[in-house]
């Protein structure tokens, strides 16, 4: 039997009554654009996760633009990145004109280094700089104490990717709720998924709140009247209903994922690989749950022989991407260019059986 990496139907069977009523609901009401369950999700969306303002938009790249964007960062500006994430965490800096500037992650967590922060400020031109972008990366937070510390010396504006950790806090406080801006993605295989694209941005400052809501609705406040360039970046209303009814359960849908990894990660012990590590200041609510071990390719395909999905988040670092690989010849970030090479990810989501998990671990057993 198939074990893939993220199970949907299963998910949607196990709710598909209350996911067909609410998309039921939506059709009737025939309220299509920037409708009731927008507004609805909005706000028990920035209640769940304890913020002033969330603002729907149509998937998590929109996010990242238009949380750059409401900070005022533009073409000759800089932006202090991981390189070890998905390419959209770069792509949204490109868009506005910035540059990304990328820094080594820590070895354990996959995470941005604080420390290498510090010292590119302490050695570049840290002026050019203005906004510093951590990722939570498989569902851990970074560490945000010293990346605030940092931003907070500097003047710089503090804008998460929460792409991967919708639900999970650092310090019991939630990601997406430290910076200007936290910016999340519902992308269906994501913790907290719909059934196509969306997206949503995250802050305490209403004012930034309010330029998002312009930017996303082609620069307007009123209907016809528009204040500056905009974009169409709306959550669809039938992507809402159903991102209603999940996040009731998110709470329950993570503490399963957590379980199931630990279950994998005591499974584990004893042997070559090396199981997620957690750095005891958050909750990891493992979008992913990723191992480093030294035969990558020989699992991968004894999982594939066997009908088990695995996966490479991320096989190339974004310095190495052959869009950014020009602008930074000759850099050399060790720690991100050792994990890359180590890393893959084997299934996780909440509704992974036990035994699926003890197949899965015989086999990369056998394979290692």
């Keep these: 039997m198939q074990i893939p990496m993220v199970d949907l139907k299963r998910q949607y069977l196990e709710l598909k009554a209350e996911i067909d009523e609410a998309v039921l609901k939506a059709l009737e009401a025939a309220q299509f654009i920037l409708g009731p369950n927008v507004q609805k999700f909005e706000e028990e969306a920035a209640q769940y996760l304890g913020v002033k303002h969330a603002v729907a938009l149509a998937n998590g790249t929109e996010a990242l633009h238009l949380a750059i964007l409401a900070c005022g960062i533009g073409p000759g500006d800089e932006v202090i990145t991981t390189p070890f994430t998905f390419i959209a965490t770069a792509e949204a800096i490109s868009y506005v004109g910035a540059?990304?500037?990328?820094?080594?992650?820590?070895?354990?967590?996959?995470n941005i280094d604080a420390s290498k922060i510090e010292e590119y400020l302490a050695t570049h031109d840290a002026s050019k700089v203005k906004a510093i972008i951590p990722v939570h990366l498989y569902g851990q937070a970074a560490d945000m104490d010293p990346i605030m510390a940092i931003a907070k010396k500097y003047n710089l504006k503090v804008i998460e990717d929460c792409a991967q950790s919708f639900g999970g806090d650092y310090k019991g406080k939630m990601t997406g709720g430290f910076g200007e801006f936290g910016c999340f993605s519902f992308f269906p295989s994501k913790n907290l998924g719909c059934y196509g694209d969306g997206g949503m941005v995250t802050t305490n400052d209403s004012e930034l709140a309010e330029k998002v809501k312009m930017l996303r609705n082609h620069g307007s406040k009123v209907r016809y009247y528009h204040s500056v360039i905009g974009y169409n970046s709306r959550l669809d209303e039938?992507?809402?209903?159903?991102?209603?009814?999940?996040?009731?359960?998110m709470d329950s849908f993570n503490a399963l994922r957590n379980k199931n990894a630990h279950l994998y990660s005591k499974s584990f012990e004893g042997t070559d690989v090396i199981a997620p590590y957690e750095d005891g200041n958050s909750m990891h609510v493992y979008h992913q749950y990723t191992i480093k071990v030294r035969n990558r390719e020989r699992i991968i395909e004894a999982l594939t022989k066997e009908g088990i999905a695995s996966a490479i988040y991320y096989p190339v670092p974004l310095h190495k991407q052959e869009v950014y690989k020009n602008d930074y010849q000759g850099l050399v970030l060790q720690n991100t260019e050792t994990v890359s090479e180590q890393v893959m990810s084997l299934p996780i989501f909440p509704e992974l059986t036990e035994e699926e998990i003890d197949r899965v671990v015989s086999v990369v057993k056998g394979a290692i």
């Excluded at 820094?103 to 996959?110: A, S």
């Design 238 to 249: 039938i992507q809402a209903a159903i991102l209603r009814v999940k996040l009731k359960r």
């Design 99 to 110: 540059k990304p500037v990328f820094v080594d992650i820590h070895p354990d967590t996959f």
